[in-house]
């Protein structure tokens, strides 16, 4: 599949550990951010999104939490297991519109 | 439902040449996006369209790419002349969208080598 970038920061997780996956974003303004994950060959795909008026939520394994004042946003995955090594993006909705804005991404490795 | 559907899959051509990639959107989604993802630069927004208009173009590089959304179930990104700088996997993504923005839907992709 492709590479989807060879300087990506790398997280290396031992399998059934917690990963925390961080993320910060530029605009005060934005109101809206979500988390995707790529695997290789193939598209970004949805985990969990969260609006501004939130500070956490909480998904099957996944919890992302967003932390206004630091302009910080962070995807927990609970128990990593192999199928989670991929490279996840966040992404913000910086400007009016339906326009988001991607982050530069993380590569998670995780080891058996 | 098949989700995003790109065509082709993968695409090698040649300098000069034109190239047309294209994109069926999920069934009674109302905005499309174009986006190009290369190690160098990460995923970039290119174009997208809200009900077949087109609503921001500001990330097409340049003159030599056009895109297109003819009716709610089709779009296409045309590049010409093709430059050996435009090989990178193009993604169409789509999503509904009813005042705030929401979670898009991304495609396979096409992987577009340029010789």
């Known amino acids: 599949g492709e590479s989807v970038g060879l300087h990506l920061p790398t997280l290396s997780v031992q399998e059934g550990d917690n990963s925390i996956i961080n993320c910060a974003y530029s605009?005060?303004?934005?109101?809206?951010f979500i988390w995707y994950k790529q695997e290789s060959g193939k598209g970004p795909q949805f985990i969990i999104d969260i609006r501004s008026n939130m500070d956490k939520r909480q998904g099957q394994r996944v919890t992302v939490l967003l932390n206004k004042t630091v302009k910080h946003l962070s995807l927990q995955i609970a128990a990593t297991q192999p199928g989670d090594s991929a490279v996840y993006f966040c992404a913000e909705n910086r400007a009016a519109g339906n326009k988001l804005t991607f982050g530069g991404g993380t590569r998670v490795l995780v080891k058996p | 439902d098949a989700g995003v559907i790109q065509s082709p899959r993968h695409e090698v051509t040649e300098m000069g040449q034109e190239v047309t990639l294209r994109c069926k959107p999920i069934?009674?989604?109302?905005?499309l996006f174009w986006y190009r993802q290369t190690m160098m630069r990460g995923l970039e927004l290119l174009i997208y369209?809200?009900?077949?208009?087109?609503?921001?173009d500001s990330g097409m590089p340049e003159d030599r790419f056009s895109a297109k959304m003819p009716n709610a179930s089709f779009s296409t990104l045309k590049i010409q002349p093709s430059e050996p700088r435009d090989s990178a996997v193009y993604f169409c993504?789509?999503?509904?969208?009813?005042?705030?923005?929401?979670?898009?839907?991304f495609g396979p992709g096409t992987r577009l080598t340029v010789l």
């Open positions: 369209f809200n009900n077949n208009v087109p609503i921001d």
């Open positions: 069934s009674g989604h109302n905005s």
């Open positions: 605009n005060s303004a934005s109101d809206y």
């Open positions: 993504a789509s999503s509904l969208t009813g005042g705030t923005v929401g979670e898009q839907f």
